[in-house]
C-alpha cells in the first residue's frame, strides 16, 4: 500500500491565495479603466465578473484560514468543514457564472454586434496571462484539496474564456463574422460546466458526509477484519472533516482484550499508513454489545 500523509493548510497554499486576489483585483482595475475608456458596456460588466471571482477566491482563502484554527468546546471538530462549504459556493457560484455566459452569448447571437476587436484582444491578453497564472499557483495542490480545485477551476475557466475572446476578435477583426464571439462563448461554457459539475458532486457528497472518493469503503473493512484477534466489525464510517482530512470510527469485535491498547496503537498506524485518513476512533469489544445506541440510530 501506499503511504499518506495528511497536512493542515501549507504557507505555500496561503501565499498563492494572497497573490491570486491582489493581482486579479489589479485586473478587475485595470479592466474597469479601459471599459469606461472605450465606452464597452461589455468590458465593465466582464470586470464585475472577474470581481466576482475575487470574492470566490477570498472565501476560499477564509476557508484555508478558519481550517487551521484549533477546536473549541463548542465547535468540536473545529472549522475543519468550512473548506467543503467553501467548495460547495464556489461550484455554484460557477454554475451562476455559466448561466450569466449562456444569457449574455444567446442575446448576442439574436443581435450581433461590432466591436472594439483592438482593445478587447489587449485586455483578453492581459487576463489571460493574470488568470492563467493564477490558475497556475493552485495547480498542484487542487489535485487533493476540493476547495483548492474551486479556486483553480474558477481561474481556469477565466484563463478559457479570455482565449476564447482572444481567437474570436481576431477572426472578427478579419471576417466581420460577429455571431462568432457569442458562439464561442457558448462552447466554453459547456466546458466550464464539465469541470463544475465534477467540483459540485463532489462537494454535495462531502457536505452530506459520503466517503471520500480517495478511500474505497470495502477496502477498509477488508483490512481491520483481517486484523488478528478480529471476529467481526460493525458500524464502520468515513467521511471527511475538510476538503483534505478524513475521518474514521468503528466498533471492533475482538476474541480478547490482551494487549489491547498495543492493537489500537498498531491498527490506528496501520490505517494511516494505507488509507487517506487523519482522525481515527476505535471502539474494541469483546464480543458485540447486544444493545447499543448505534443500533437504533444510523
Known sequence: MQKHHLHAPTTKIRRAFKIGIVINLLFVLIETIFGFSANSLSLVADAGHNLSDVLGLVISWIAVLLSARPRTSTRTYGYKRSSILAALFNAIFLLVAIGGILVEAISRLQNSQPVAENKVILVACIGIIINGFTAYLFMKDQQHDLNVKGAFLHMAADTLVSVGVVVAAIIVK????????????????????????????????????????????????????????????????IWGLSTTENALTVHICRDTLADNNLFLENLDHALMNNFVLAHITIQVELGEISDESVKHSI
Open 174 to 237: 478579419y471576417t466581420n463574422w460577429f455571431w462568432l464571439d457569442p458562439l464561442i462563448s457558448l462552447i466554453i461554457a459547456g466546458i466550464i460546466f464539465i469541470g463544475t459539475w465534477g467540483l459540485l458532486k463532489d462537494a454535495v457528497n462531502l457536505s452530506l458526509d459520503a466517503v471520500p472518493e480517495a478511500i474505497d469503503y470495502e477496502e477498509v473493512k477488508k483490512f481491520i477484519e483481517n486484523q488478528p484477534t478480529v471476529l467481526a466489525i460493525h458500524d464502520l464510517h
